[in-house]
């Protein structure tokens, strides 16, 4: 290769390939950086061509010394610099494959004569390089890329330590795409090659093994990566329902604090009552005292503790909005497939949504009500709440992750839901009937019989009503 070859030909190349798989990758590259990993790509590739690697297997070489390149000039974590690369040497590859052959039927020249003439190759490469400037620029105007390497490098150092295993798992699978890609395009271009006669057959030989060999590998990491990005999925979701968890639990501990502040000032009127020698207004004030903490209390009766906190957090939440809810169960929550974790996360986030609803309605009567049952062969929780229809477009989206008509809210309750009730393989419903909107969710009983029939027994069938809007004594 000669120097005005490597000049205008070999440097341009290696440049339009690093801009074009920055911009696909959705990150900035300074012209600096661009500079040095062009000139250095260049160098690299001119030393293999002079070595005695096989054509083919020496573009491989030159993969894995061009990521190595990126990542040392950039500093960017290598997973992500291997993407960069692959993406931009796939689209490259891909092009060189679609014009070259077309480009040798226009002008009727062999492959080996335009190689053996700097005038020729660098004409030809002329006409490639437009075509992909033109590509780069485009994505450029319209700020087109595949991915978001410069929002997700951003947020990196606010993830936790599953969701950076997660992300990870995810990069991994990115390369085991365009692996597979990027050889196609390889292999590709060593078949169009030994076809023209510029090949010796034992270069492709070889390279026909290499490139079997590679492709056992891909699969066999594939097939890892898949099963390790499932374990962090059920890993991730395990970490969103501890989360919603430890919300409910922050709830209940705030209701508790604020009665134990009422409490002083309750105390402190008892006392006043009984130095004046009002007993009888004494007596009545503790009574009123024990009957306004009792009926929360008789909301969360249930036999599961973890849900039946989370319960009295929700039922707290009621009565500051003055929404009366109630809670209707005529099973025992000991044999739902659900964990604690799971249920609270279904049922809070459900909960949470039906108490929002009721509190913006404007209707003359609010309420929330919850309900287990448990029918052959499924358990059905119901949630419903006093409101306006759901539009049917926000009804199509709502489990979609981050969607929310709430400017404040994430969007995550429902897609929760719906993941927790997809993992059981269950059913989630919504309609509107008799001014109430009622979700109900469906959960199939992996032990049918066994826990209805215990709960029986027991006799623990609880069906209680806790009225937020009316004070004990009113009603």
Same mark, same amino acid.
């Not at 293999?48 to 690697?53: D, G, M, T």
């Not at 796939?90 to 679609?98: F, N, P, Q, R, S």
């Not at 947020?155 to 085991?176: F, M, V």
């Given at each position: 290769?000669?120097?005005?070859?490597?000049?205008?030909?070999?440097?341009?190349?290696?440049?339009?390939?690093?801009?074009?798989?920055?911009?696909?990758?959705?990150?900035?590259i +300074?012209p600096?950086?661009? /500079?040095?990993?062009?000139?250095?790509?260049? =160098?690299?590739?001119?030393f293999?061509?002079?070595?005695?690697?096989?054509?083919?297997?020496?573009?491989?070489?030159?993969?894995?010394i061009?990521?190595? /390149?990126?990542?040392?000039?950039?500093?960017?974590?290598?997973?992500?610099?291997?993407?960069?690369?692959?993406?931009?040497?796939?689209?490259?590859g891909?092009?060189?494959?679609a014009?070259?052959?077309?480009l040798?039927?226009?002008?009727?020249?062999?492959?080996?004569?335009?190689?053996?003439?700097?005038?020729?190759?660098?004409? =030809?490469?002329? %006409?490639? =390089?437009s075509?992909?400037?033109?590509?780069?620029?485009?994505?450029?105007?319209y700020?087109?890329?595949l991915?978001?390497?410069a929002?997700?490098?951003?947020?990196?150092?606010s993830?936790?330590?599953?969701a950076?295993? +997660?992300?990870?798992a995810?990069?991994?699978?990115y /390369?085991?795409?365009?692996?597979?890609?990027?050889?196609l395009?390889?292999?590709?271009i060593?078949?169009f090659?030994s076809q023209?006669?510029?090949?010796?057959?034992?270069?492709?030989?070889?390279?026909?093994?290499?490139?079997?060999?590679?492709?056992?590998t891909? %699969?066999?990491?594939?097939?890892?990566?898949?099963? $390790?990005?499932?374990?962090? $999925?059920? $890993?991730?979701?395990?970490?969103?329902?501890?989360?919603?968890t430890?919300?409910?639990?922050?709830k209940? /501990?705030?209701t508790?604090?604020?009665?134990?502040?009422?409490f002083n000032?309750?105390?402190?009127?008892?006392?006043?009552?009984?130095?004046?020698?009002?007993?009888?207004?004494?007596?009545?004030?503790?009574?009123?005292?024990?009957?306004?903490?009792?009926?929360?209390?008789?909301?969360v009766?249930?036999d599961?503790?973890?849900?039946?906190?989370?319960l009295?957090?929700k039922?707290?939440q009621a009565?500051?909005?003055?929404?009366?809810?109630?809670?209707?169960?005529?099973?025992?929550?000991?044999?739902?497939?659900?964990? %604690?974790?799971?249920?609270?996360?279904?049922?809070?986030?459900l909960?949470?949504?039906?108490?929002?609803a009721? =509190?913006?309605?404007?209707?003359?009567?609010?309420?929330?009500?919850?309900?287990?049952?448990?029918?052959?062969?499924?358990?059905i929780?119901t949630?419903?709440?006093?409101?306006?229809?759901?539009?049917?477009?926000?009804?199509?989206?709502?489990?979609e992750?981050?969607?929310s008509?709430?400017?404040?809210n994430?969007?995550?309750g429902? %897609?929760i839901?719906?993941?927790?009730?997809?993992?059981?393989?269950?059913?989630?419903?919504?309609e509107h009937?008799?001014?109430?909107?009622?979700?109900?969710?469906?959960?199939?009983?992996?032990?049918?019989?066994?826990?209805?029939d215990?709960?029986?027994?027991?006799?623990?069938?609880?069906?209680?009503?806790?009225d937020?809007?009316?004070?004990?004594?009113?009603g």
């Amino acid at each position: 290769m000669s120097l005005l070859t490597l000049l205008l030909v070999s440097l341009p190349e290696a440049l339009l390939v690093t801009m074009l798989g920055f911009q696909l990758a959705g990150l900035g590259i +300074t012209p600096r950086q661009l /500079i040095i990993t062009g000139m250095a790509q260049t =160098a690299s590739s001119y030393f293999i061509r002079l070595s005695s690697i096989p054509f083919g297997l020496h573009s491989l070489v030159q993969i894995a010394i061009y990521i190595l /390149i990126i990542r040392f000039v950039t500093g960017i974590p290598l997973r992500r610099v291997a993407i960069i690369a692959l993406l931009g040497l796939v689209i490259y590859g891909t092009l060189d494959a679609a014009i070259i052959p077309p480009l040798l039927s226009i002008t009727g020249y062999s492959l080996p004569e335009i190689l053996s003439r700097d005038g020729m190759r660098i004409g =030809a490469f002329l %006409t490639e =390089a437009s075509i992909i400037l033109l590509f780069i620029i485009a994505c450029r105007r319209y700020n087109f890329h595949l991915l978001d390497f410069a929002g997700e490098l951003k947020d990196r150092a606010s993830k936790d330590g599953i969701a950076k295993k +997660t992300e990870n798992a995810y990069l991994n699978l990115y /390369i085991l795409v365009l692996l597979p890609v990027l050889m196609l395009a390889v292999l590709n271009i060593v078949l169009f090659v030994s076809q023209t006669g510029a090949l010796p057959s034992k270069y492709f030989h070889l390279f026909a093994a290499s490139f079997g060999l590679i492709l056992i590998t891909i %699969t066999v990491l594939s097939m890892g990566v898949l099963t $390790k990005i499932s374990i962090l $999925k059920e $890993k991730e979701l395990e970490a969103r329902q501890a989360g919603e968890t430890i919300v409910h639990l922050d709830k209940l /501990i705030k209701t508790i604090r604020k009665q134990r502040h009422d409490f002083n000032h309750h105390l402190q009127a008892v006392y006043g009552l009984l130095e004046v020698g009002s007993c009888d207004k004494a007596r009545d004030y503790v009574k009123q005292m024990f009957l306004d903490i009792s009926n929360p209390a008789e909301v969360v009766k249930t036999d599961n503790p973890g849900i039946s906190a989370m319960l009295f957090a929700k039922a707290g939440q009621a009565e500051a909005r003055g929404i009366p809810f109630s809670v209707s169960m005529d099973c025992s929550l000991q044999s739902v497939p659900l964990s %604690t974790m799971e249920a609270n996360s279904l049922l809070g986030n459900l909960l949470d949504n039906a108490i929002e609803a009721a =509190a913006a309605y404007t209707g003359a009567h609010r309420s929330v009500r919850l309900e287990i049952t448990r029918e052959p062969g499924e358990y059905i929780f119901t949630v419903a709440n006093t409101g306006d229809p759901i539009p049917p477009e926000t009804r199509d989206r709502m489990c979609e992750l981050h969607y929310s008509t709430k400017k404040s809210n994430q969007g995550l309750g429902l %897609t929760i839901v719906k993941e927790i009730v997809d993992k059981y393989s269950g059913r989630l419903t919504v309609e509107h009937a008799g001014g109430e909107t009622i979700f109900s969710v469906h959960i199939p009983n992996q032990g049918a019989g066994r826990g209805h029939d215990r709960f029986k027994q027991t006799g623990r069938c609880h069906s209680r009503t806790y009225d937020a809007s009316v004070r004990p004594g009113e009603g």
